[in-house]
């Protein structure tokens, strides 16, 4: 008798979307501060906030012309995610984007608190919150 597989493709708890949803989710003010922190540093800009998860995980920038030539490649499949990109509003919403294992996912959320708010309540600088980030990713997101 032939079985037939029941359990969904991309269920699997232990992937890394998965693990970066919850690390989002238990961390929104130390990542909205990051990202308020980060436009505060580098101002007005083309580039995104990036992920890169493919080892370490790190914080990187991703050009807009990457993210573009990206869609091209996947023939138009993110071109939802250059939309939240051209109306993206640091002061009241984190946008970024994870990337791994040759995909992409998309963090996108507006905290309780303003980013600016969470940058000053938290008072730590940008140094300081990618190493607690970083650090934090990296024991949360296993491969």
């Known amino acids: 008798m ?7 493709p991309n269920k699997d708890k232990n992937n890394w ?4 949803d919850k690390f989002v989710k238990s961390h929104q003010k130390e990542l909205a ?14 580039e995104t906030i990036g992920i ?17 030539t990206l869609n091209r490649n996947v023939d138009g499949k993110i071109q939802e995610i250059l939309g939240l990109i051209d109306g993206y509003k640091p002061e009241l919403e984190v946008l970024m984007i994870a990337i791994g294992d040759g995909q992409i996912k998309l963090v996108y959320f507006q905290p309780e608190i303003s980013p600016p708010n969470c940058f000053e309540q938290l008072g730590q600088d940008v140094d300081t919150l990618l190493e607690i980030l970083e650090t934090g990713m ?3 997101i296993k491969r």
Do not use: M
């Open 33 to 46: 501060a990051l990202a308020w922190g980060l436009h505060l540093e580098k101002g007005e800009t083309d």
């Open 2 to 8: 032939n079985r037939l597989n029941t359990n969904p």
């Open 17 to 20: 979307q998965h693990q970066l």
């Open 138 to 140: 990296t024991e949360c």
């Open 52 to 68: 890169d998860l493919k080892e370490t995980p790190k914080f990187v920038y991703c050009p807009k012309a990457s993210i573009e």
